[in-house]
């Protein structure tokens, strides 16, 4: 595949290599056994109502840090104006899944309002406080974006693929993230992270580059996925 259409399908950027040098972790947070259970079948409902309580909670929290990369997105220079249409896509996804999460939690007779963020779940949105903060560059930001959308794209779209057993009642959980509109949405983040790490790469090189950007978002991305692990251990926990 030559050099433009690898650019386009988001093959060969700074991401990918990441993501075979971490295969491990990125297969732990994607293939997770509550994600497997879900694809054959044999997820028990007391755990899908407990990640469904978790989760609305952690999006409430995403939301926020969404609007954080936003404002990085409008102060960056660099043909950051497509850059803020997608990620203001993307918020307008949340506006619409905060909506869906309150009628599927009446579906499965889960009460929102009590229920109470577990320990992975408060940890993972302390981490996207720290986040959210002026002083994180925009690549960093850009790239624990596009890792926490695309854990779940790449999770939920495992479970829609043919020869699965997934529940007719949790198709449409599956589809909300596994759908390629999302799958489109998760390809242009990775696209505007993959443009940025390879000029933070090239200024690394240049030797223009002051704290070490490309480090800082190898690590951040890593934490992501350490993160998805716990927060879907989570669901199997008996607490
Ligand atoms: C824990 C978690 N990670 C990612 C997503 C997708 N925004 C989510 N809803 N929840």
Redesign the pocket.
Known sequence: MEGKAKEEAGKGGVIDTWLRKHRLIYIGATRHPFILAIRDGTVNYSSFKKWLGQ?YI??RE?VAFAASVLIKAWKESDDSEGDTEVILGGMAG?HD?IAWFKKEASKWGVELSETIPQKANQV?CRFLESLMSPEVDYTVAITVFWA??A??QESFAHCLEPDTNTPPELQEVCQR?GNDGFGQYCHSLKKIANRLLEKASDDLIMGKAGDDVLKKAEVELIRVLE??VE?WNMSRGTA
Do not use: A, N, Q, S
């Open positions: 989760d952690f999006v995403f949340l899944e993972y926490i959308e854990v779940y993230w993160h998805e927060f």
